[in-house]
T-cell receptor, first 113, second 113 residues
């Protein structure tokens, strides 16, 4: 148990729709990172939030956006869903300082039809 | 996006055997991590390495941070059936609070009883 919880666990959407995924970070962690893991691949970094500000972004288009709240929980929003957005979306929380180890949630499995 | 190099994609070993996995990168990292992922779960941290040349153990697992800072290896000794899963290496720069992880594609380990 990492103390990082994600919801929902599974989601089915159709092309063009919008989706919001949620993540509660481990107690005491102020940094949340989001990753996309396609089938058979390693996780790819989407972006990171540190104390409610975006702090680094990977090679993902602007229709991938996020928020971090004062309690350090976070949301990932994806607009205009495409078939290729089907993947496991992972959230990881960390302390934002020191060794900065990232602990992952179980992920949200998104299927876009 | 960039991915670290892990090969082969799959490994099949007999229970009780030792297995080694290697991970290489074209870029330098100042932290190397090894995660294990099982079906329906997020990656779980096995070992973290913080200094070039560092050798760290966690039970039957041993990992080393390469001297060039561009590679790492993981060794599992006396494998057991519960070692089955996907093993990912990840590199991290830890520049300030932006601490994104760059992952390999993973190695799927199967253990024959």
């Amino acid at each position: 148990e990492t103390g990082v919880t994600q919801s929902p666990t599974h989601l089915i959407k159709t092309r063009g729709q919008q989706v919001t995924l949620r993540c509660s970070s481990q107690s005491g962690h102020n940094t949340v990172s989001w990753y996309q893991q396609a089938l058979g691949q390693g996780p790819q970094f989407i972006f990171q939030y540190y104390r409610e500000e975006e702090n680094g972004r990977g090679n993902f288009p602007p229709r991938f956006s996020g928020l971090q709240f004062p309690n350090y929980s976070s949301e990932l929003n994806v607009n205009a869903l495409e078939l290729d957005d089907s993947a496991l979306y992972l959230c990881a929380s960390s302390l934002g300082s020191g060794k900065n180890i990232q602990y992952f949630g179980a992920g949200t499995r998104l299927s876009v039809l | 996006g960039q991915q670290l190099n892990q090969s082969p994609q799959s490994m099949f070993i007999q229970e009780g055997e030792d297995v080694s996995m290697n991970c290489t990168s074209s870029s330098i990292f100042n932290t190397w991590l090894w995660y294990k992922q099982e079906p329906g779960e997020g990656p779980v941290l096995l070992i973290a390495l913080y200094k070039a040349g560092e050798l760290t153990s966690n039970g039957r697992l041993t990992a080393q941070f390469g001297i060039t800072r561009k590679d790492s290896f993981l060794n599992i000794s006396a494998s057991i059936p519960s070692d089955v899963g996907i093993y990912f290496c990840a590199g991290q720069l830890r520049t300030g609070a932006n601490s994104k992880l760059t992952f390999g594609k993973g190695i799927t380990l199967s253990v024959r009883p």
